[in-house]
């Protein structure tokens, strides 16, 4: 099965832009890759998906490298309420222990 | 629509008790997960239905788990004879599959139910 690496943590000013990196390297051709980012004290929640080509939504955007094998979820402005840790899954859907992300005001 | 919804929210029991956990997916979900998390740790796979089959139930974690869906619409997840290293988050998911590629959908977790077996 395929499985994805994160760093552990992450800090970032408020109101900058923010990178969170994940390397996928053994993902196969129709893995899509899925972000989800959990709050304290909550299940996790949906962020963004992307299979080959770079996706936008309202909360952020899914950078995905030509070879697949690494992907970047880029928050534009961040706020405090990002403060999560953030995860990237394959089909096998392992979590493993995601980034956790500090904003500092 | 309220999204997916868990009962209890907390349960605390004694070490050899059963105790039971049930997930009200998104009305329209075919797919029903379930995961339990860990502290620092993230969500750990279980198993899943597809309507009232389950489909994956290699990676439940002892013969103590077990988990129902009946009619395809809610499911109950059991433990028997608990033990303290069972205490953890227990998380349902909910998603609609579309199309052949498996576990491609978006899911859709509840707020999960904590459990604290003394």
């Known amino acids: 099965d395929a499985k994805t690496t994160q760093p552990n943590s992450m800090e970032s000013n408020e109101e900058e832009p923010v990178h969170l990196p994940c390397n996928h390297s053994?993902?196969?051709?129709?893995?899509?890759i899925h972000w989800y980012r959990q709050l304290p004290s909550q299940g996790p929640e949906y962020v963004i998906h992307g299979l080959t080509s770079n996706v936008n939504n309202r909360m952020a955007s899914l950078a995905i490298a030509e070879d697949r094998k690494s992907s970047t979820l880029i928050l534009h402005r961040a706020t405090l309420r990002d403060a999560a840790v953030y995860y990237c899954?394959?089909?096998?859907?392992?979590f493993g222990t995601g980034t956790r992300l500090t904003i500092i005001p | 629509d309220t999204g997916v919804s868990q009962n209890p929210r907390h349960k605390i029991t004694k070490r050899g008790q059963n105790v039971t956990f049930r997930c009200d997916p998104i009305s329209e979900h075919n797919r029903l997960y379930w995961y339990r998390q860990t502290l620092g740790q993230g969500p750990e796979f279980l198993t899943y239905?597809?309507?009232?089959?389950?489909?994956?139930k290699s990676r439940l974690l002892s013969d103590r788990f077990s988990a129902e869906r009946p009619k395809g619409s809610f499911s109950t997840l059991e433990i028997q004879r608990t033990e303290q290293g069972d205490s953890a988050m227990y998380l349902c998911?909910?998603?609609?599959?579309?199309?052949?590629?498996?576990?491609?959908?978006?899911?859709?977790f509840g707020p999960g139910t904590r459990l604290l077996v003394l």
């Open positions: 998911a909910s998603s609609f599959k579309q199309g052949p590629r498996n576990f491609q959908e978006t899911q859709y």
């Open positions: 899954i394959l089909r096998d859907l392992t």
């Open positions: 239905f597809q309507n009232e089959a389950q489909l994956e």
């Open positions: 053994t993902i196969s051709g129709t893995d899509y």
